[in-house]
């Protein structure tokens, strides 16, 4: 995939795309052909700080993790972006999510995991 500004992290998407946040600042999403489908700065008017780690979770949304702002934001396929972590982040970095809700972020300043739980829709 050509043209990306410093990749950092990468996520399947359902359907067999991928995102990728970049250093520059921005978050791509590439579809199974890797043609671009969008950037996440562009389609919701998000400003990113530095975003690191990306996930997708069941429900197609994808969460990104900010080291520079230290927070997790949801970005639904529609609707507003939802900030799911404001503090207790010192400098998140890789991040997974479980089918249950919860959502697995590596804090590289504190030499930790920090779970959280951010579905509370039945499976």
Known sequence: VPSLQGPRYIS???????????????????????????????????????????????HGSILVADEQRRTVHLFPEHGAPICL?????????????????HLFVADTVENCVKVFKYCVRPP
């Open 12 to 58: 399947p998407v359902p359907g067999g795309g991928f995102v990728v946040s970049e250093e520059c600042g921005d978050v791509k999403v590439f579809m199974s052909s890797r043609k671009l489908l969008c950037s996440l700065s562009s389609k919701y008017g998000h400003q990113f700080g530095n975003p690191a780690g990306v996930c997708v979770d069941r």
């Open 85 to 101: 972590v404001s503090t207790g982040l010192r400098r998140p970095a890789g991040m997974a999510c479980s089918s249950s809700g």
